[in-house]
């Protein structure tokens, strides 16, 4: 009997130690988050009068090689990239297959950026380098500085800078054709660079966005920023580098024809399209055509508008721009007939006090008749109006003084437009109205230290699309009424020769871009019904 309570008194005390026990899950422990670790290397970090074509870096841990060819920085740059190994597949060590020969006397490194990782976690071992040298010293200077935009407040990321040595065989052209003899890059998050392990001596400094990744300028492609004189190491001052976008010389490409009676004339370089002259004749009989020649909107391209009927099997066309001026001839063929005279409106029923009632027409006009044109309030009386009519970009523009909470009933009649193959339109009606001026805030602006003039200002939005500007020649106070409720950016211009735009810069011409200052600070916050008054210091 007392070994059965006994039993039961144990077993009652088991059930009560298991129904106390608290549940839970087996957890993996803390998340890894260490960086891998170098143990050793063949030859070691830092070596001297390496004469090899391998090395082996060892680490304490399994890791992963991502984006070498976009993060590894080798400087002196190689004309033929190493072999690296491992990839793809986790590994305690990386191999590196020299097959350049090296340079005597010459630092290298090998910037591996944000490439290496840990097998489990990915944490990055963050600029890992490798250095050696092929002399009997490392060399240890660096010269460092920041990387802007010349005209956006965005920089672009893997910029890549570079030092030309400057030497009896540089000059204007050796960006063009070889490669430098230190780089760096700022890859995907830094403004700031370093350039590392110089030598002493004379430079050039140059930033490219190097989109050929060839470590040469490509006005094309690449955007530039540079310094236009001699730079010695070693030096501690930091030099801020400008990117910009060239302009192309002027290139004219052989039109194509569209239809019965368009030809598209496209470009290479940078023009000012209305500036383009064409002329079209008869091929066979040099008989001169009569054109029109407009804006392709956002490409760089003309139209060329031709009349109907034309009997020709071929058409010369000679398209000029300043000193350029080409030839071509293009075999002309029947295609489906030509555009017909479409009108659409920009604003579509609401109108801001700030905007222009904007019209496009589908094809040219030639003429315009106002006293078929009526602009009418709610009360049926008529409003004054002035127009415009761009005719390159087949634009017109109609301006008149809005009242708040108003509408408005703008009526073409027919035959207020003509084009250029005599089609008239039908009749138009637009329908507008305008917001209570209770619904838009105003911006007042003081410039302060202004530098010199006629400058621009302008107001972004977080876009950095132009909603407003004002082009001053000394004014101090500038002030924006009826702007709508966001968030804004101010950006001034400085205009130095006066053509009211921004100007980019001229590697050859050795000339920098104008200059462009930003507001420091958050966006200026505009609500409805508010006044808001900021200083924009341009001196700092």
Request: proline share 4%; net charge negative; aromatic share 12%.
């Amino acid at each position: 009997m007392l070994k059965n309570r006994f039993l039961l008194y144990i077993l009652f005390i088991a059930l009560s130690l298991t129904g106390c026990a608290k549940r839970g899950s087996i957890t993996g422990g803390s998340m890894d988050t260490i960086a891998p670790v170098l143990v050793s290397s063949s030859p070691r970090n830092m070596s001297t009068q390496f004469n090899g074509t391998e090395i082996r870096v060892d680490f304490n841990e399994y890791i992963k090689i991502k984006d070498v060819n976009k993060q590894l920085i080798i400087s002196p740059p190689m004309e033929n990239q190493p072999l690296i190994t491992p990839t793809g597949s986790a590994s305690k060590y990386i191999r590196i297959k020299i097959k350049d020969t090296l340079q005597p006397n010459t630092t290298y490194s090998f910037n591996f950026g944000q490439s290496i990782t840990d097998n489990n976690e990915g944490n990055p071992y963050s600029q890992f380098k490798f250095v050696f040298s092929t002399g009997t010293y490392i060399d240890s200077l660096t010269l460092g500085g920041k990387i802007k935009d010349a005209f956006s407040q965005k920089t672009d990321n893997f910029v890549t800078l570079m030092l030309y040595e400057d030497n009896e065989t540089y000059n204007d052209s050796t960006v063009f054709k070889e490669r430098p003899r230190y780089v760096t890059n700022t890859l995907d998050s830094m403004t700031m660079y370093s350039l590392e392990n110089l030598k002493e001596g004379r430079y050039r400094l140059f930033a490219i966005k190097d989109d050929n990744n060839n470590y040469r300028y490509d006005p094309k492609s690449d955007k530039i920023a540079f310094l236009p004189y001699t730079i010695t190491v070693p030096n501690d001052t930091l030099y801020q580098l400008e990117l910009f976008k060239e302009k192309l010389p002027f290139n004219a490409k052989k039109p194509k024809q569209e239809n019965a009676n368009r030809l598209i004339a496209g470009y290479e370089g940078t023009a000012i399209g209305k500036d383009i002259k064409i002329k079209v004749a008869n091929a066979a009989t040099n008989e001169a055509i009569e054109t029109l020649t407009t804006n392709v909107k956002d490409k760089d391209s003309v139209q060329v508008w031709l009349p109907r009927n034309i009997t020709a099997d071929s058409l010369s066309v000679n398209m000029a721009y300043r000193d350029s001026i080409k030839d071509f001839v293009i075999k002309f063929k029947e295609m489906k007939a030509a555009d017909s005279l479409l009108v659409t409106a920009v604003q579509k029923g609401g109108l801001h006090f700030r905007e222009k009632f904007t019209l496009n027409t589908t094809t040219p006009l030639t003429a315009i008749d106002s006293t078929k044109i009526s602009l009418i309030r709610k009360d049926s009386t008529a409003v004054p109006y002035t127009y415009v009519y761009d005719d390159f970009k087949q634009e017109l523009v109609f301006d008149f003084e809005k009242e708040e909470d108003q509408k408005y009933a703008f009526t073409l009649m027919p035959g207020a437009l003509r084009d250029f193959y005599e089609k008239e339109n039908d009749t138009l009606t637009y329908n507008l109205s305008t917001r209570s001026l209770n619904d838009y805030g105003n911006l007042r602006i003081k410039l302060a230290n202004v530098n010199r003039f006629p400058l621009i200002l302008q107001v972004l939005n977080a876009s950095e699309e132009v909603k407003a500007e004002y082009y001053s020649e000394g004014e101090t106070q500038i002030n924006f009424d009826a702007m709508l409720p966001d968030q804004y950016i101010l950006r001034v211009i400085y205009d130095d020769n006066g053509n009211g735009e921004w100007d980019t810069g001229n590697y050859l011409e050795k000339k920098q871009p104008e200059q462009v200052i930003y507001r420091k600070g958050e966006p200026i916050k505009l609500l409805a019904l508010w006044d808001v008054n900021e200083e924009f210091n341009l001196g700092g």
